[in-house]
């Protein structure tokens, strides 16, 4: 079991929401987890109030559930709620394709050519969290496009957890390869720069 990092005090209040973060993405805690604000201090040598204020921000990303009678745990993906996202998620991302596309310039159609090819990479060389992260990256980068700022929250709320748990290629999905994963997303390049007949909505089923 990899420990969690022991911050420096000036580093701390930046820190210490990446460092939880990059431990529920490696699987360090498993779903359902509880997660105890003490031992989470204790481990990484800080303060209580420090690792409260990260989990509540990331139970505002959708990573953790927070309830005020059992406090803080990993969120814990069922196929029934896979299935609801995959459902909400389709006309939610379609739109946010088809406000994007008008809104897109050159710099931005590089930016996520290079974020399709660094996750591809990162996904070759078995770095799954740094390909989870590229590819939150990707779909961020559009949805801020859109220019719907609904629109963009409740795409991040609905797939953080998605992304972070659903998205552990290995094991959710083991047809995946690095062939797939790049076709997946130049269909998106493609389709925001006009170079693709497919629609924004056969874009996000093909995804």
């Keep these: 079991m990899n420990a969690l990092p022991q911050l420096k005090p000036v580093s ?6 990446e460092a939880i973060r990059r431990a ?3 699987g360090r805690f498993r779903p359902g987890e509880a997660l105890s604000e003490v031992a989470l201090a204790a481990e990484m ?3 209580r109030g420090p690792v409260r204020e990260a989990l509540l921000v990331l139970a505002q990303e959708g990573l953790v559930c927070h309830s005020q009678n059992y406090g803080f745990s990993v969120v814990n993906l069922t196929e029934e709620d896979r299935t609801e996202v995959r459902q909400i998620r389709l006309p939610l991302e379609t739109l946010a394709l088809e406000l994007a596309k008008p ?3 050159p710099s931005t159609l590089e930016q996520l050519s290079g974020l399709k090819d660094k996750m591809v990479q990162a996904y070759v060389d078995g770095l ?19 220019g719907n700022a609904r629109l963009l929250a409740s795409l991040r709320n ?8 659903g998205s552990a290629f290995k094991i959710s999905r083991p047809d995946l390869t690095p062939e797939l994963l790049a076709a997946q997303h130049k269909c998106y390049v493609d ?7 497919q629609t924004a909505e056969e874009c996000v089923r093909f995804h």
């Excluded at 740094?130 to 961020?140: A, G, L, R």
């Excluded at 609905?158 to 748990?165: D, I, R, T």
């Excluded at 389709?191 to 007949?197: A, D, I």
Aim: hydrophobic residues 45%; aromatic residues 16%; charged residues 20%.
């Design 191 to 197: 389709f925001l720069s006009g170079e693709s007949t």
């Design 158 to 165: 609905l797939l953080a957890p998605y992304f972070a748990y």
């Design 128 to 146: 799954f969290i740094e390909c989870t992260q590229f590819d939150v990256e990707f779909h961020n980068l559009i949805w801020k496009k859109s």
């Design 24 to 26: 529920l993405l490696a």
């Design 103 to 105: 809104a897109m310039d």
């Design 45 to 47: 040598k800080v303060s």
């Design 12 to 17: 701390i209040r930046h820190n210490v929401s």
